[in-house]
């Protein structure tokens, strides 16, 4: 079998080396000039940011400078200044009326915070309340922007029987403090009843009159009835872990224009001080809002929701109210199946259009004013957050809550469908993960988000050095919770790894740099009638087989179809130049076929204009989402059949006929796997260059088997039919032109090696690109050795096998290579180990020789011990060599003969020495740091005893594995 193509990706080989209104300006993005300075030196803009987490104003101007200082030294390009303190359990430690959000001294703190991030070139983010949800102190819960909700209450009554006695009260209790806003009536169905739910009869539903608070009511009939009453009322919702003000906050109604505006009240009033709007004007910041954990037992609520749902969906609300009420968060009456779900979706609709109506567009346009963009994750609530990412200048999502790529993937398709730039992340928050959670974990966890579209990193987090009562090593945001280990992780000085930090942060910061480089290129828009994110649901196909074969897609919802740039030109959908546009069912309605007549409107004119659109299902009798009105349904289905008469349109009956049908439209994948692989990829067009981030990792939470390592060949389609392959390091931040593949009409053919995790970048551009001096020089098709690179222009071979190897160039020519002996690679064992012991009252040195190497708590004197520890050691050699550190927790730097070593890939730790070595003696010096979970084990056993000791240090085998090289 001929061998088309290998690509060097790292380690040592065997067969190779393994709707919005108009944003603000994005933060420039350094497009490539010739050579690779751009990538590896990346501009603040793209550079990691933190959450920064203050006990609210319990902090120092002076300490916040510090703090701004140690983040830039870092390498973090912003903070985000949060008021959270869910570790301190004991509020009355704190003094919200001197030190709490919005008052002085909270001001005084921002302003040093802005002040010192404008004078070391980063950007800080301030959240839009106390904690979470957006909350102010100057409402109270019945005041009218305040969070409401709907409580409804029920009592039986038989039919022909009288009822007489006071409006039900509610069934879920709540504030004393209530409006009824009705009482109906409503016969019971048991046809219509499941298990949780009582069935009513929607034709017998009707209003009953009280008579100030008591009713009089005779039922009709012989069957029996419920009276039904509805209980407006303030929730009472508080922000996490307060309180933070005094007097106490209260979380605003984030469906109401009034709610939106007593939050823009309260900044314009008490927050934007003089020097703080000044300041705000050149920071290059944005505001930011948490995920919408609005809590409530009944049904969420607003005053206006009565009028605007009939104005909006075309019939009163009042009659499918019954069914949409709920209880506990759980629903409690129904009608028949589909009638119950179109009413729900009816309702949840309306909530979502004035969710992004008067809540996220009013405070977009509100930043904008002041400068800033709004940043903020906009579920948590059954809303559209498709068409939310599409309003937000920068949508979020987390790596804690989110359940597989495709809830990036929603939010992706809102950004790229509105023209925007980011899509961010809150990375790296792990429950219990308090101070054991390593970089090698969050790298695991985050390395498949960025081919979802992911291209900001925030972490999760920064805390600020003290707070009233915290003991050692600080005041950490999340940690003790609830008296235990809580969430990760409070990076910083206080952590022995951030001696290491500059190589975690520069390597995000080139990840985020790639990912912003031009306009993504997805294969597929995937259409959904309901936004929801967060719900871990994927497309059918696409996400199982699909993408494990190569395929990506996003997901867009019926609003974006009416943004400025959903147009179709050559064939192709919007500026991300979809190929193919796929319709399911609704996957939170029953599957149902639905659509709005608007979209099958659009989707006409899609078909008509040449795209291709795949249909899964029943469509020929769809409907219309919601209670449909008169007619409706028969106009849809008539546009629909229009439809599917089209000839860039296929319609399929069960998944498994979708890569048929996208195969008969000539829809292919950008890029292609040459066998079903955990390969995740996304790729971005500059100009003429093409921009591949390419990561081994999981597609879907837990997934089956596990994600290995992978060796197999990748074709990549290109821009520039004469473009060369260029492999970006973003670790090291090197790029150099790959040596080793072919090329034909449908792309670079090349082969993928990468260890669970691991990523890196190829461009395809211009020769010279990256100011290399191979020129238009001939390239390797194929070789019996490890490895073909390009060294100061010409080709050479490496190899761990000594002997003849024959090497195919590009020219057809093929050229015999030999390669004398090269010696056995050989295990280092005999170390001298020297550990800085992080302890509460100073660091202290721990000395062993070893002639083994094992985790630290099994070596005599560090049992419970976290630091940095420096392992040396002496080696003869007489040619390169690869050094393979094996196992190391958790980061680590390598020095040979004093020189210190490009930065180490945490997920494959092999590092080429060979340029380093001397013949001889050469001295070998590897620097690990660890968490600090070790150590609080015997620091604060009340919190931490618990804990599983984690095998800290070297851990080896570590191998010097030598190699032979020669010029072709």
């Given amino acids: 079998m001929t061998r088309r193509g290998f690509l060097v990706l790292g380690g040592v080989a065997t067969a190779s080396v393994a709707l919005a209104g108009q944003p603000l300006p994005s933060p420039a993005t350094a497009a490539p000039a010739s050579g690779a300075g751009w990538f590896q030196r990346p501009e603040a803009g793209v550079r990691p940011m933190v959450r920064w987490w203050w006990p609210d104003a319990h902090v120092t101007p002076s300490e916040i400078r510090r703090e701004v200082d140690q983040l830039?030294?870092?390498?973090?390009?912003?903070?985000?200044?949060?008021?959270?303190?869910?570790?301190?359990?004991?509020?009355?430690?704190?003094?919200?009326?001197?030190?709490?959000?919005?008052?002085?001294?909270?001001?005084?703190?921002?302003?040093?915070?802005?002040?010192?991030?404008?004078?070391?070139?980063?950007?800080?983010?301030?959240?839009?309340?106390?904690?979470?949800?957006?909350?102010?102190?100057?409402?109270?819960?019945?005041?009218?922007?305040?969070?409401?909700?709907?409580?409804?209450?029920?009592?039986?009554?038989?039919?022909?029987?009288?009822?007489?006695?006071?409006?039900?009260?509610?069934?879920?209790?709540?504030?004393?403090?209530?409006?009824?806003?009705?009482?109906?009536?409503a016969e019971i169905e048991p046809a219509h009843s499941t298990r949780d739910e009582t069935g009513l009869d929607p034709a017998s539903v009707r209003t009953v009159p009280v008579d100030g608070d008591t009713i009089t009511w005779t039922a009709p009939g012989d069957g029996d009835w419920l009276l039904i009453s509805y209980w407006q009322r303030g929730s009472g919702q508080r922000p996490e872990s307060g309180p933070h003000t005094a007097p106490e906050a209260y979380v605003v109604d984030h469906f109401s224009r009034a709610g939106t505006h007593a939050v823009i009240?309260?900044?314009?009033?008490?927050?934007?001080?003089?020097?703080?709007?000044?300041?705000?004007?050149?920071?290059?910041?944005?505001?930011?809002?948490?995920?919408?954990?609005?809590?409530?037992?009944?049904?969420?609520?607003?005053?206006?929701?009565?009028?605007?749902?009939?104005?909006?969906?075309?019939?009163?609300?009042?009659?499918?109210?019954?069914?949409?009420?709920?209880?506990?968060?759980?629903?409690?009456?129904?009608?028949?199946?589909?009638?119950?779900?179109?009413?729900?979706?009816?309702?949840?609709?309306?909530?979502?259009?004035?969710?992004?109506?008067?809540?996220?567009?009013?405070?977009?346009?509100?930043?904008?004013?002041?400068?800033?963009?709004?940043?903020?994750?906009?579920?948590?609530?059954?809303?559209?957050?498709?068409?939310a990412a599409a309003i937000l200048d920068v949508p979020e999502g987390e790596s804690l809550g989110f359940k597989n790529l495709d809830d990036y993937r929603c939010l992706a398709g809102g950004r790229d469908m509105a023209g925007g730039a980011v899509l961010s992340c809150e990375a790296g928050a792990y429950q219990g993960g308090a101070y054991t959670t390593t970089w090698?974990?969050?790298?695991?966890?985050?390395?498949?988000?960025?081919?979802?579209?992911?291209?900001?990193?925030?972490?999760?987090?920064?805390?600020?050095?003290?707070?009233p009562g915290a003991r050692w090593p600080g005041f950490a945001a999340f940690t003790p919770y609830g008296g235990s280990v809580g969430y990760a992780e409070s990076w910083g000085p206080r952590q022995p790894t951030w001696d290491h930090i500059t190589d975690i942060s520069r390597y995000f910061a080139r990840i985020n740099l790639i990912m912003r480089q031009g306009t993504p290129r997805v294969d597929v828009a995937v259409f959904r009638q309901t936004g929801y994110t967060k719900t871990g649901i994927g497309a059918t196909w696409f996400t199982a087989n699909g993408v494990p074969t190569g395929w990506t897609h996003q997901f867009v919802s019926g609003p974006l179809l009416d943004l400025p740039d959903a147009r179709v030109r050559d064939g192709r959908l919007g500026r991300l130049a979809y190929k193919a546009l796929f319709v399911e069912g609704d996957r939170f309605g029953g599957n149902e076929c639905t659509m709005t007549r608007r979209v099958a409107e659009r989707l006409l004119a899609y078909a008509r204009d040449g795209l291709p659109i795949v249909l899964l299902g029943a469509w020929e009798s769809a409907s219309v989402p919601g209670v449909p009105r008169e007619g409706d349904d028969e106009r849809l289905r008539a546009l629909v059949t229009d439809l599917l008469t089209q000839p860039t349109v296929r319609r399929v009956t069960t998944a498994d006929e979708v890569p048929g049908a996208l195969e008969a439209l000539g829809?292919?994948?950008?890029?292609?796997?040459?066998?079903?692989?955990?390969?995740?990829?996304?790729?971005?067009?500059?100009?003429?260059?093409?921009?591949?981030?390419?990561?081994?990792?999981?597609?879907?939470?837990?997934?089956?088997?596990?994600?290995?390592?992978?060796?197999?060949?990748?074709?990549?389609a290109r821009t520039d039919g004469n473009g060369v392959p260029y492999l970006l390091n973003p670790w090291t931040g090197r790029a150099e032109r790959i040596a080793r593949y072919?090329?034909?009409?449908?792309?670079?053919?090349?082969?993928?090696?990468?260890?669970?995790?691991?990523?890196?970048?190829?461009?395809?551009?211009?020769?010279?690109?990256?100011?290399?001096?191979?020129?238009?020089?001939?390239?390797?098709?194929?070789?019996?050795?490890?490895?073909?690179?390009?060294?100061?222009?010409?080709?050479?071979?490496?190899?761990?096998?000594?002997?003849?190897?024959?090497?195919?160039?590009?020219?057809?020519?093929?050229?015999?290579?030999?390669?004398?002996?090269?010696?056995?690679?050989?295990?280092?064992?005999?170390?001298?180990?020297?550990?800085?012991?992080?302890?509460?009252?100073?660091d202290h040195t721990h000395t062993l020789d070893l002639d083994r190497l094992a985790p630290w708590h099994d070596l005599p004197g560090l049992a419970d011990v976290s630091g940095v520890g420096t392992y040396t050691t002496t080696a003869h050699l007489d040619g390169p060599a690869y050094l393979d550190l094996g196992e190391v927790t958790d980061t680590c730097r390598v020095r040979v003969n004093g020189h210190l070593l490009d930065p180490v890939d945490l997920l494959h730790p092999v590092i080429d020495v060979g340029p380093h070595l001397e013949r001889g003696e050469n001295t070998i010096e590897v620097e690990v740091a660890t968490p600090l979970g070790n150590r609080l084990r015997q620091a604060d056993p009340a919190v931490y005893g618990s804990l599983t000791p984690q095998a800290y240090g070297l851990l080896g085998p570590v191998r010097l594995v030598p190699y032979g090289e020669e010029r072709i």
């Avoid at 498949?448 to 600020?464: C, K």
């Avoid at 160039?809 to 295990?827: A, F, K, V, Y």
Wanted: charged share 25%; hydrophobic share 35%; net charge neutral.
């Fill in 440 to 467: 090698r974990k969050l790298l695991l966890t985050m390395g498949g988000g960025y081919a979802a579209g992911l291209n900001q990193t925030v972490l999760h987090g920064f805390s600020y050095a003290s707070a």
């Fill in 667 to 716: 829809v292919r994948p950008d890029v292609r796997y040459a066998t079903p692989s955990t390969l995740l990829t996304m790729r971005r067009v500059a100009g003429r260059v093409d921009y591949y981030y390419l990561c081994n990792g999981k597609h879907q939470e837990n997934a089956k088997p596990p994600v290995t390592a992978i060796d197999h060949e990748v074709t990549l």
């Fill in 265 to 387: 009240d309260f900044w314009e009033r008490r927050l934007l001080t003089p020097s703080i709007r000044k300041l705000l004007k050149r920071s290059g910041g944005a505001l930011f809002e948490d995920s919408i954990e609005i809590e409530s037992d009944a049904l969420p609520w607003t005053p206006e929701l009565p009028a605007e749902f009939e104005r909006r969906r075309g019939y009163p609300l009042t009659d499918v109210l019954p069914v949409v009420v709920l209880a506990d968060e759980d629903p409690v009456f129904a009608f028949d199946p589909v009638l119950t779900r179109h009413a729900r979706k009816d309702y949840w609709d309306t909530v979502s259009e004035l969710f992004n109506e008067h809540h996220f567009t009013a405070l977009r346009d509100w930043a904008h004013s002041l400068g800033l963009r709004l940043r903020a994750q906009p579920y948590g609530l059954q809303t559209d957050a498709i068409e």
């Fill in 742 to 842: 072919t090329e034909d009409a449908g792309g670079i053919h090349l082969r993928v090696a990468l260890h669970p995790g691991q990523a890196r970048v190829i461009a395809i551009g211009r020769p010279g690109l990256f100011g290399d001096r191979t020129g238009t020089r001939p390239h390797a098709t194929d070789t019996s050795a490890d490895q073909v690179v390009y060294d100061n222009g010409h080709l050479v071979i490496r190899t761990t096998k000594a002997g003849r190897h024959t090497t195919t160039l590009s020219t057809g020519r093929t050229i015999t290579t030999r390669i004398d002996e090269i010696p056995q690679p050989t295990e280092l064992r005999a170390w001298h180990l020297k550990v800085r012991d992080r302890r509460p009252d100073g």
């Fill in 72 to 185: 830039a030294d870092a390498g973090f390009g912003g903070a985000e200044i949060a008021a959270v303190h869910h570790s301190i359990s004991d509020k009355s430690v704190l003094d919200p009326a001197k030190h709490g959000w919005g008052t002085p001294a909270w001001n005084a703190a921002v302003e040093a915070a802005l002040d010192q991030a404008a004078r070391r070139g980063v950007t800080i983010d301030l959240t839009i309340g106390p904690s979470w949800p957006a909350a102010v102190p100057t409402i109270t819960p019945e005041s009218e922007a305040a969070c409401k909700e709907l409580a409804h209450g029920s009592v039986q009554v038989a039919g022909g029987s009288t009822y007489r006695g006071p409006v039900p009260p509610p069934a879920v209790e709540g504030r004393s403090e209530r409006t009824l806003l009705l009482v109906q009536a």
